[in-house]
Each structure stands twice: as C-alpha cells, then as structure tokens.
C-alpha cells in the first residue's frame, strides 16, 4: 500500500527556515518523480518543487534560490529545505509521487495528475 506522511511544519517568523519530510512506504522513491505543492487559503493548489528518478529538479520561479529539494532514497524519503521564508509562503505542504510524470511536468502542472499524495503539513509564516 502506497503511503506519503509529510512532517515538519510548523510557525516560523519571516526570514526563518523550515525542514519538510515525507516518508514514502509501499514503492520506491528512487523510481519515481517526487514533488512538493502547496496550498494557500483560497488559492489553488501549485507546485513548489520536484525531482525526478535521475535527480534532476526543478522548482517554481518564486522558490528559486530560496528552497532545496531533495531525497534519502535509502530512507525512502523527500524532503524540502525552505529559506529565506516569507509570509506569502505560508500554506499546506503536500508531498507527491507518480511514476511517469516528469519533474518539470509536475510543476508546470501544478501536480495535476501525480497518482499518490501525502495529507499534509501546515507551514505558517509571520511577518
């Protein structure tokens, strides 16, 4: 059974950083494209960043220089480095997976389309 736990959310005040996991169980990540979305109140959701089974990433424009993508595929687990943390970064985090999407695909596509998804996280930036 495919599952995707996202942890390390939290409150943080602007300028600050965050740590986001997600412990993927029932496949392996290293196969497969993992990405982060996020969702912000009444706003659709839109993909922060993704890296595909060769490690290639991409991210969106407005994480760029600012947040780390990343995997322990011996942990079977993604996570996302956040820097220089804003306040219009605040937002559920959710962790994502599928098999044939690419990387730059899922961001572009705001993950529309990955097969399995985390629940997850709840980051929340103050200024």
């Known amino acids: 059974q495919v599952q995707l736990v996202e942890s390390g959310g939290g409150s943080v005040q602007t300028g600050g950083s965050l740590s986001l996991s997600c412990a993927a169980s029932?496949?392996?990540?290293?196969?497969?494209?993992m990405g982060w979305f996020r969702q912000a109140p009444g706003k659709e959701r839109a993909g922060v960043a993704a890296?595909?089974?060769?490690?290639?990433?991409t991210y969106a424009n407005s994480v760029k220089g600012r947040f780390t993508i990343s995997r322990d595929n011996a942990k079977n687990t993604l996570y996302l480095e956040m820097n220089s943390l804003k306040p219009e970064d605040t937002a559920m985090y959710y962790c994502?997976?599928?098999?044939?999407?690419?990387?730059?695909?899922?961001?572009?596509?705001?993950?529309?389309?990955?097969?399995?998804w985390g629940k997850g996280t709840l980051v929340t930036i103050s200024s």
């Open positions: 994502a997976a599928d098999s044939w999407i690419t990387a730059s695909i899922a961001i572009k596509r705001d993950g529309n389309g990955m097969a399995y």
């Open positions: 029932g496949f392996s990540i290293s196969r497969n494209c």
């Open positions: 890296i595909d089974g060769d490690g290639s990433t």
